[in-house]
């Protein structure tokens, strides 16, 4: 770099990291609409395999509400086992359509409104450590296609993601936040979008409270005005809590409470050993070599930056230990969404200190950058997965319209219950009630829980090869230390599918000389 850039060259590199996002954004674009320009994406329904299973447990909810069916996944138990401000979105769009095109055609947009904000927001934070515009470019675009890769999957942190970048943002404008209490009123919505959006952000809340409340210079915020107008901008939290208890006798989503049935609070290892698979590795490594850098350049820092970069970095880390603690079920890909933020934070870090910012910002350096980006983006399409579940949900649907019941089902329910007429109790208790959650609480016997409910279909899912008798445990998805609900069906299935390394069985369970234990 040697004494800089002169100013024709200066104004040539901000014109192009201006024209950049455009080809950024384009590239975004044309991956998203992709899958629009095969009929066999929706002809052969191939769109169910372009969203999560997950995904459909909060279509099937908010098509229910919206037909007037209230808030339930089956039509018998009422269930909160969902993210609500995700599910006021899709309840939107059920409102209006449950066209398969335009739910994935909103999917799409949403997901690019999504990738265009969190860039605006990373490259507003990265402009701030005075590197180079090419690099905060650079910056900006590698953590909208990383974030990207989650949004691919239709879940709900296609919202958390942008917006906790958006809080970083407004805390960052302190001088702002003292001018009246409207603003800090507005902070107090974001709060609380960003809390309904993924309620363990309550986690990253903390965090940030304990920070400024430690910092002398910020808190000269907790003034009694400015108070007033954050926790009136809280109320939506306090609302939905007070809603959840009242309508469903639960503070928290069922969801989130069927994960949280372990016999004890020594941490699991699943998610450290998750963490330490790709590309969370790497984005590991990225971090933890950024704390070097944030010892080094802590004393310059201002108590804000200080406060957010602290809390940020801490968050992933805090997150999975207490998820370890309450929880030993597998992990899915969206759990990893802290681990955004806290990369962005981590570049930042690098910028801001001196030798790794040189290193960063030397034109090759920063080109490959660029074109890695690009080519990332290029490679990482928005791909069918889980299309063995979405085969077997469609035979499971083909059986059901001439065998009407009631079924049940755990694992890979979601597809299944948004497909089929009947209802479908979801066994692993996500998208059930308390009593339910009392039910695996008690390791009752799985063919008591089913008799209760009624259930005339059992739809199992075999992992090993089927040999005459399936011993179910439900959830399956728990690890050793939760509780189970486990039964043995020894008759012969009424249908089978074998898709990849899964077998699907429907079981009947009417039959008089049904063996059900």
């Known amino acids: 770099m040697g004494g800089g850039p002169d100013q024709e060259s200066q104004t040539r590199e901000a014109r192009l990291a201006h024209l950049l996002p455009l080809g ?4 975004i674009a044309f991956q998203l609409a992709l899958p629009f320009f095969s009929r066999r994406t929706f002809s052969q329904s191939l769109w169910l395999t372009l969203l999560q299973d997950d995904f459909f447990y909060y279509l099937k909810v908010a098509q229910n509400i919206a037909g007037g069916h209230g808030s339930t996944f089956n039509g018998i138990v009422p269930t909160n086992g969902y993210q609500p401000l995700f599910t006021l979105v899709i309840l939107a769009l059920s409102a209006v359509t449950e066209s398969p095109r335009l739910i994935l055609g909103f999917m799409a947009a949403l997901s690019f409104a999504a990738s265009v904000l969190t860039f605006f927001l990373a490259r507003r934070l990265a402009r701030t450590t005075g590197v180079r515009p090419l690099l905060v470019f650079a910056i900006a675009a590698w953590i909208t296609a990383v974030s990207l890769a989650l949004f691919f999957y239709g879940m709900e942190v296609t919202l958390t993601v942008p917006i906790v970048l958006g809080v970083l943002c407004m805390l960052r404008s302190v001088a702002w936040l003292e001018r009246s209490p409207l603003h800090t009123f507005a902070l107090g919505l974001l709060l609380s979008a960003m809390v309904l959006s993924r309620i363990d952000t309550l986690i990253f809340g903390g965090l940030l409270l304990a920070g400024i409340l430690l910092t002398p210079d910020l808190r000269r915020l907790v003034r009694p005005r400015l108070v007033l107008g954050a926790a009136l901008g809280l109320l939506p939290v306090l609302a939905y809590f007070l809603f959840n208890h009242h309508v469903f006798g639960t503070w928290l989503p069922v969801s989130g409470m069927a994960k949280e049935l372990k016999h004890t609070h020594i941490p699991s290892s699943r998610p450290w050993r ?44 805090a997150y999975y230990l207490i998820l370890s603690s309450v929880s030993d079920w597998s992990l899915w890909p969206w759990y990893w969404y802290p681990l955004r933020p806290a990369l962005l934070v981590g570049l930042m870090l ?44 469609r ?32 066994t692993e208790g996500l998208m059930m009630d308390r009593p339910y959650l009392d039910f695996v609480a008690h390791e009752t016997p799985l063919g008591e829980v089913l008799a209760h409910y009624g259930v005339r279909y ?26 189970h609900m486990h039964g043995e069906f020894c008759q012969k299935p009424l249908a089978t599918s074998m898709d990849g390394g899964e077998e699907t069985l429907i079981f009947d369970l009417q039959p008089k000389d049904n063996t059900v234990r």
């Open 24 to 27: 950024l954004f384009l590239l």
């Open 274 to 317: 998750a963490l330490a698979r790709s590309p969370s590795l790497w984005y590991n490594l990225i971090i933890f070599a950024s704390f070097g850098a944030f010892f080094r350049v802590f004393r310059r820092l201002g108590p804000v930056d200080r406060v957010l970069f602290t809390a940020t970095l801490l968050f992933p880390y």
């Open 350 to 393: 690098w910028c801001l200190f001196p030798p790794s910012a040189r290193l960063l910002q030397i034109t090759p350096v920063t080109a490959i950058l660029i074109a890695g980006v690009f080519g990332y983006l290029g490679l990482h399409r928005w791909t069918r997965q889980q299309r063995g579940d979405a085969d077997a949900a």
């Open 395 to 426: 035979m499971i649907a083909r059986f059901a319209a001439t065998h009407p019941g009631t079924y049940a089902m755990g694992d890979r329910a979601g597809r299944v219950g948004y497909l089929l007429s009947s209802p479908v109790i979801q």
């Open 458 to 483: 059992y739809i199992a899912t075999a992992y090993v090869p089927y040999t005459g008798c399936f011993e179910a445990s439900e959830p399956a998805m728990a690890g050793p230390a939760s509780a």
